[in-house]
């Protein structure tokens, strides 16, 4: 919450709130038979799209060169006048009142930035409160918390934007689009004129900072790995701007809905899926598990039956400490230093591809996987891989539950 | 020393008044007509305020009045593209008509005096200012004012918030080309009767008197340094974010 003095002004709820962001709550998108025809041309560029992105969600809007996503995208802020149809943003038209005053409402980010060169970073993110006419004090405030939010010192406030690099420059042009806390956020290819290690770390960035803020936005990009990455829903369009297929990542990998989008989602679509799922939420395998001094006797009969025949020693904490040989086992009680080291251990929290690596770089067959805390909470084999690229409709369902964990 | 803006007094012939060699008080060197004539300039000094205060007028009025209508005219054209050509052929027509004929083709209509000398050098101007401004304009990156409208500012906004701000640099580079060309071209306003310190270089031109030339032609020439360093440090000022860029 804001530290600061209470705004004195004759607005409404919002005032007092506005250094402190992320108190607006997000409204729904909604498309309604939307068309655009460019004039000269002869077919639509966006043809009777309709479509509803829910509430705090990343909607990517994909697709080849000349679909239409970036005229779909930009009809809402009416940088681009549909022909026809309607856009909604929750109950309100967007056709209704001033597309200027709309477009303040619209957090806005380009691919190329776009920061006026003239003015500093604080002032360019101040743009929309000062055309607002919020208090400078008010204004300060909220650059302030906005530099902190993209990690950047409040120090580069004062600098030109020729003297930032090309990933602080993208920063501070989510910062600027951010700074009245809209509500809804258009991204057109925001992070494509970055270096693929810059590119990957700023989307985790913007990830981390929509759970946080749950905005609804609309992403539009032509490389389906970052739609895969960062929608949770993504609408795969085709040329003439008409929807091929409005899906989470993981229906759209699985069950692409044509050959169109078959064909853009990827011959290397199964192993897109590796990117969708935590190692957690695989179904791990046990291992029979034992103290030091456990008598040998049981965990030799509890290997009999077992999906991974290797007994692990754990810690009083469940933290593996290594795994069991024949050796071990022949002696009476379980020794405290097996043979084998516990290594790799990998962390449940990583995505199945980055699970998958570390299993086959370190050329073992079988690793423990263990959460925040080291505790162990089953073992990742590469036959789990396996089975999970090779089940068809098994994995499915699996994996609709993991888009919805709560139901 | 050889001084450009004199030339056209030259060529002219144009007669000296009577009384001009009124104050010899050094002998020699006014006979002679030596080059420089050092006790001649500081006995005659003072007859130089007026007409460099005039040459100041008609530098200042032409150039003020050039960079209003030409920026009305660049505002114009960057809105409607289709003006842009047209108004470059009417400028250029008016920059290529020579000073000298555009006041004779002005005595029937504003008569003799300034205020010809002054029309004849804003239409002069507004070539030079006009062009730089639309080049102005037309360099903003166009991301910029993409991202300007995005953001939800109208087109006046845009306009005056980004892209004149930016255009800043070339604007004040064409002022800067136009002022220092003014100063020179004024010094024929003489021709229309409109004063300055070409009535200084004529007067004493007789072709002989080289000390008045060199006298009124320097005071042009420090005029033409003095603007053109002053609009250098106007564009330094409203451009800061130029300084970092380098």
Known sequence: MSAGPPAQTDRDDASGDRSSGNESTATPVRYEEVSKRYPGADHDAVHRLSLEVPAGEICVLVGPSGCGKTTAMRMVNRTVEMTSGEIFIGDRSVRQGDAAELRREIGYVIQQIGLFPHRTIAENIGTVPSLLGW???????????????????????????????????????????????????????????????????????????????????????????????????????????????????TELLMEPADDFVEDFVGADRALKRLALMRVKDASLWKAPICL?????????????GAEVPHALLVDSGRRPLGWLSERDLAAPQVPSRPDTPADPLIDADSILRDGLATLLQSGSQYAPVVDGNGRLGGVLSVEIVADFLSSGEAAESELAAVDRPHE | ????????????????????????????????????????????????????????????????????????????????????????????????????????LLLPITGRGALTAIIALTAFTLQIIFRNITTGLRNVPPEVTEAARGVGL??????????????????????????????????????????????????????????????????????????????????????????VEA
């Open chain 1, 135 to 249: 208090k400078q004090a008010e204004i300060e405030q909220r650059v302030e918390k906005l530099l902190e939010l993209i990690g950047l010192d409040p120090e580069f406030g004062d600098r030109y934007p020729s003297q930032l690099s090309g990933g602080q420059q993208q920063r501070v042009g989510v910062a600027r689009a951010l700074a009245v806390d809209p509500p809804v956020m258009l991204m057109d290819e925001p992070f494509g004129a970055i270096d693929p290690i810059n590119r990957s770390r700023l989307q985790n960035e913007f990830l981390r900072l929509q759970a946080e803020l749950g905005k609804t936005v609309l992403f539009v990009t032509h490389d389906v790995d970052e739609a895969i990455k960062m929608g949770d829903r993504i609408a795969v369009l085709r040329k003439g701007g008409e929807v091929a297929q409005f899906a989470t990542p």
């Open chain 1, 292 to 304: 030091a001094g456990d008598p040998t006797g049981p965990v030799r009969s509890d290997l009999a």
């Open chain 2, 1 to 104: 020393m050889s001084d450009p803006l004199a030339g056209p007094g030259w060529l002219l012939g144009a007669a000296a008044p009577s009384d001009f060699f009124r104050d010899r008080s050094d002998g020699g060197c006014i006979q002679e007509n030596k080059l420089f004539c050092p006790d001649w300039a500081i006995d005659n000094i003072d007859r130089y305020t007026d007409p460099t205060l005039q040459h100041l007028v008609l530098v200042f009025s032409a150039v003020a009045a050039g960079f209003l209508i030409a920026f009305g005219l660049a505002v114009l054209a960057h809105r409607h593209r289709a003006l842009s050509s047209p108004f470059l052929a009417a400028t250029g027509v008016l920059y290529t008509i020579p000073s000298i004929a555009f006041f004779f």
């Open chain 2, 154 to 243: 109208t087109p006046k906004q845009i306009l005056w918030r980004v892209e004149i701000p930016l255009a800043m640099p070339e604007i004040i580079a064409g002022l800067r080309v136009a002022t220092v060309s003014t100063v020179a071209l004024a010094t024929l306003a003489v021709f229309a009767n409109g004063g300055g310190l070409g009535a200084e270089i004529v007067s004493g031109s007789n072709i002989t008197f080289k000390t008045g030339i060199i006298i009124a032609g320097s005071i042009a020439i420090l005029m033409a340094i003095t603007f053109d360093a002053l609009l250098l440090l106007t564009g330094r000022l409203l451009a800061p974010w130029k300084r």
